[in-house]
């Protein structure tokens, strides 16, 4: 049964869940994972079942509002995640075995708010395998310094370009400096920088039908993947510099790559696309249980060989969209503004469905 996701395990691929809620750790299923699915690791999202019951009435009792509410209950989530994956944790010494929790988007544009947040969650579930996840915006960069320079994991969200990996690289390296200056021990930090390709598709191809030429129409589904190539290329070179080997002789772990929205959407692409396409050593793929079951049935995974070879192809895939009058950078950033409207809605969307379920209890602040 975990014969295919086994082989990615080989090739050095991280399988992490996306999105798991409460239910899951109360009827083992995360156990069954790590067991069954090769799975390692996850980032967390409040579920509505009724395991949030009995905590949602207490809180109710305490008129805790849905803010309070749901810092509480997520708070609760990543302790019991954290503690059900401590084995993978302690068995990889530290590699996997993580938990990442987002922080409210709405700190994202601002770098004081973005660390105090992240302070504060660290600090509340106060587990060495937790990573927080911080957008990689302009704004939250100095942030991720920071919080590295603390000793504080950092899962990178939406690197959505090469300059904005670049970034988000120099970012990681200056946090783990501060690190040492500060006296923390840098073989402990953890960091991945998540970059979104099933987004980045679906941004491009849309870009490509408005073109509406049959060339541009014909590298539909291309750009996501050639955008992750030149990530892991770039992340490959940094690897080699003299400021990495530094850190590296001073235990530091590099920060993973890891292919996010890799749930396809267009049905005339094959479910496992980018879980089959994206075998790079030491890299994350981040999946829905949807697909990690599709994978283990019917997936037909490349080689990380396969996928170091694809540079070029993936200089010339960039090439024809520049050619095309694609304008890759105006066209990422204004989806990166959509994709932090997008979770800013789906918090708010949280926190409406929280006072909702407080208010079955008799509270509605």
Known sequence: MGGILREL???????????????RLADGG????????????????????????????????CGATAATALRELTISDLRWACQELEPVYLR?????????????????????????EA?????????????????????ALPAITRCLGEGIGVHVSLVLTEERYRQVLEAFLAGLELAVANGVDVSR??????????LLDTVLDRELDLIGTQEARAFRGQGGIALARLAYRRYERALGSARWGGLAALGAR?????????????????DTRYAEELVAPNSVTLLSERTLTALADHGRPASAAR???????????????????????KLLAGAEREALAGLRLARAALLERVLARLAEFGTAA
């Open 9 to 23: 395990s080989e090739e050095g691929v991280s399988l992490w869940l996306d999105g798991l809620g409460r239910d």
């Open 30 to 61: 995360l156990t069954g994972l790590v067991r069954d699915r090769y799975v390692v690791g996850v980032t967390g999202a409040l579920g509505d079942g009724d395991a949030y019951r009995e905590q949602l009435a207490a809180l109710a009792a």
């Open 92 to 116: 990889t010494a530290g590699l996997d075995g993580l938990v990442s929790a987002r922080i409210d988007p709405a700190f994202a544009e601002g770098t004081c708010l973005t660390l105090a």
């Open 119 to 139: 302070r504060s969650l660290h600090l509340a579930v106060d587990r060495p395998n937790l990573l927080l996840e911080i957008p990689a915006t302009p704004e």
């Open 189 to 198: 930090i953890n960091s991945v920088a998540g970059l979104p390709v099933g």
């Open 254 to 270: 590099p920060q993973r790559l890891l292919w996010d929205a890799t749930e396809v959407m267009d049905r005339r692409y094959r």
């Open 307 to 329: 996928f170091a070879g694809g540079y070029a192809d993936a200089e010339q895939v960039l090439g024809y969209l520049d050619r095309f009058g694609v304008d890759l950078p």
